[in-house]
């Protein structure tokens, strides 16, 4: 089946739920026995066991993401930064060498520098243009590559099958933050991923009201994710959840409007005169476009702006005076934000270089020129404050 047919139905089962289309929100803690037979009995992973280990309302939104993303199995999070903790502490512990993409979401790099040290993990940077030389960074206890792509803030592309096929030679397990792409855009597992990471808390939950992480993998690494997350108690709540199922059900034709208005957006802002570049893999001009056409599906709405040289007040004229970009953290859902960002304070491996200020844009579905006609103000504040 086609993913629109697949997220419209995958993980729905009316009958077992009086007939109601969704499956609801089951609140449980305690689930009842019938028999001490059945309480010492085996359980299976989705026999009711308790509530923490997963119900109904989990288990649908384990099976939608699964079976769209092709992968073989789910683990639900209550955040998009605790699935990619439950992701590195199933493959990693005491000895182990980890190589992370230099463009890795800063609260990740983060994981890598307290938690995983103390716990004597270490962790090397590598440059997302590596490509296939990675194979001369891995050593005998290299246990994860970890890849984000694009990169948070600055977008780079990585060539994801190249550093797959030397990861595999040293059986090495490759993990990949593919939030902004969601399974629709890109099909981790098609091209050599094991673990696939997934903040829900963006586009699948697509709505700005709630916190939601998702972890995928092959048949061969469900177990130790199932097993870091089952040890460390993690679980979702229940409304969450759902809202996460929900947001699956209109995301292709979210992501399709996102596309679109991000596409119109980048391209007008590549050509305005305050504009040193835009960082965007769809757009011919990105050094990632070749490795995105190639492997990718579609691009999501979330992009950056390099401007060229001006003050951080003419920059904050701009942004203060917006009124469809809102400016907070997080992304995905159905509104436009803008956010001034630091790349350089996030890299350790290479040096990022601006001609000026850098913005992060996410383009929501708001009509297209509204989006453009508020953005032409925000740059005539700009040169005036300038
Ligand atoms: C690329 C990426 N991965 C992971 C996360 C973490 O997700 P959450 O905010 O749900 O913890 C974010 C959030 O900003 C993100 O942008």
Redesign the pocket.
Known sequence: MKDRTIATHAGRHPEQHFGVVNTPVFRASTILNPTVAALKGPKGVRDPRYGRRGTPTVFTLEDAVSELEGAAGAVIAP????A?TVALFAFLGAGDHMLMVDCV?A?ARRIAGTMLKRMGVETTFFDPAIGGDIAGMIRDNTRVIYV?APG?QTFDMQDIPAIAAAAHARGVKVLM?N??ATPLFFKPFDHGVDVSIH?A??YIVGHSDA???VVTSTDECLEPLRDSAGTMGVCAGPDDVYLGTRGIRTMPVRLRQHQENATTLAQWLEGRPEVARVLYPALPSDPGHAIWKRDFLGASGLFGVVLNPVSDSAVAAMLDGLELYGMG???GGYESLILPTQPAANRSATTWRAEGPTLRIHAGLEDIDDLIADMEQGFARLRAAA
């Open positions: 955040s998009g930064l605790n990619i979401y609260p984000e948070s933050d939030t902004w903040a808390t963006k916190m939601l992480g953290a997080s992304w």
